[in-house]
């Protein structure tokens, strides 16, 4: 699957293209394994620190709707991780969950959409154009036009997270596709600069990558 780009940035290599030339070797899999779980780690704690300080001190409703917003989004990033670590020691398929109340591929598949979703939220948005405005891209005049581009970087996302129709091999590889495009939206949006990227996007599309490698499709 192509990379998803948001921004004609004219660069000799990409970030995707970049991790994807890295040795997929078992030492740097063990590596990354033990850097996702480290970076989880973190995240965990920053959020009990910050729950922590919230409520040493007293806010207004606002500012507890925003601290709840991020509290939400940084979970959810952390249980895409966890996901995708867990599935390369082993991808559960139908027989697997039968008695299983959780679906891991269907939870995946919600978190993905939470963070597809998140495209329309006025705040991510103000971000994206932020980064327009930082590379003088964006005017009055042509706002209308980066508007388009992400509302058609949007249905992209969805049409290409709607494939992933059930627990398959198929379902799967084409759900670790998604959080690779979404990855690399992200990745252009921020114009290919891999110190200006989210460690988290660079996690998920190393572990996808992995991932695709260990579960092709049969022939």
């Not at 599935?87 to 995946?108: G, R």
């Not at 939470?114 to 939220?121: A, S, T, V």
């Not at 091999?169 to 989210?198: A, E, K, N, P």
Request: glycine share 2%; net charge negative; proline share 3%.
């Amino acid at each position: 699957m192509p990379e998803l780009s948001f921004l004609n940035i004219k660069t000799s290599c990409s970030i995707a293209e970049k991790l994807e030339a890295e040795d997929p070797h078992f030492g740097a899999l063990a590596s990354l394994l033990a850097e996702t779980s480290m970076y989880i780690d973190i995240i965990e704690q920053e959020n009990l620190d910050t729950l922590q300080e919230r409520n040493n001190t007293t806010i207004d409703a606002n500012d507890t709707y925003q601290f709840f917003r991020s509290y939400e989004r940084t979970r959810n990033t952390k249980f895409i991780l966890q996901y995708l670590a867990a599935f390369i020691l082993n991808l559960p398929m139908e027989s697997d969950i039968e008695d299983d109340p959780a679906n891991p591929f269907e939870q995946l598949k919600s978190f993905t959409l939470y963070n597809i979703e998140l495209l329309k939220e006025k705040d991510v948005e103000e971000a994206i154009f932020r980064e327009h405005e930082r590379l003088k891209l964006l005017t009055e005049t042509n706002s209308w036009y980066y508007k388009g581009q992400l509302e058609k970087s949007y249905k992209a996302l969805l049409d290409s997270l709607r494939k992933a129709r059930r627990i398959s091999l198929d379902g799967y590889r084409q759900l670790f596709l998604v959080i690779q495009q979404l990855c690399t939206f992200w990745f252009s949006v921020r114009s290919q600069d891999i110190d200006r990227v989210r460690i988290s996007d660079i996690l998920a599309f190393k572990l996808t990558r992995y991932l695709l490698n260990i579960y092709k499709p049969a022939q």
